[in-house]
């Protein structure tokens, strides 16, 4: 199985972790429709794979998102606790390992290298405490590491849609000067307090908007 995240670099919008667990079954599947990172897809194609993954991998992929209030609780607990942001990213692959092992057994769980093993390693119960972990640089050139990009992509992407449509205004991707003027426009309409429900307070960016 593999599992990758998204949204860590974006303001507004959820942490997504996906998850996938690849089959001897449905590998060859997988490989015929040219899964690959999902950082090297377009938005409309991204969202296509994300569909036939969810069709071929039926019962075996788990998308965990972590909705901007929540993140923002979750992120002042740890920081509470002396750890930092890549704490919450283990507990969000450690709650994806697990439920994906509730589906089925698997030996290997590889995950995008993005902080001590022990991060994730001391966040799984019983029953991932048995699998063997990888953390690698650039963990999307596994296949199962590629498709769960792709989903946990797409859920951010439905997730930043419907969040725009509420807002009454695009909120945009990534954490750039697009980003700082749509968050002040935020602000504007719906104050500064209603912003920890579309965005990541701890982000330098807070101090542009509010």
Sequence with gaps: MGTDESGKGDYFGPLVVGGVLVETGTRK??????????KKLGDATCRKLAAEIRRICVGKYREV?????????????????????????????ARTIE???ESAPCPLAVTDQ????????????????????????????YLAVAAASILARDRFLEYLERLSVEAGLTLPKGAGAPVVAAGRKYVERHGVDKLPSVAKMHYKTTAQVA
């Design 29 to 38: 599947q997988l490989v015929t429709l040219g899964i690959r990172d999902s």
């Design 65 to 93: 998102i972590i909705p901007p209030e929540r993140y923002n609780t979750l992120y002042e607990e740890f920081r509470r606790e002396g750890r930092n942001l890549n704490h919450l990213l283990a507990w969000g692959h």
């Design 99 to 101: 439920s994906l092992l």
């Design 114 to 141: 993005f902080g001590n093993e022990s991060y994730i390693r001391s966040r799984l119960m019983k029953k991932g405490r048995e699998i063997e972990l990888i953390q690698e640089h650039r963990g999307e050139r």
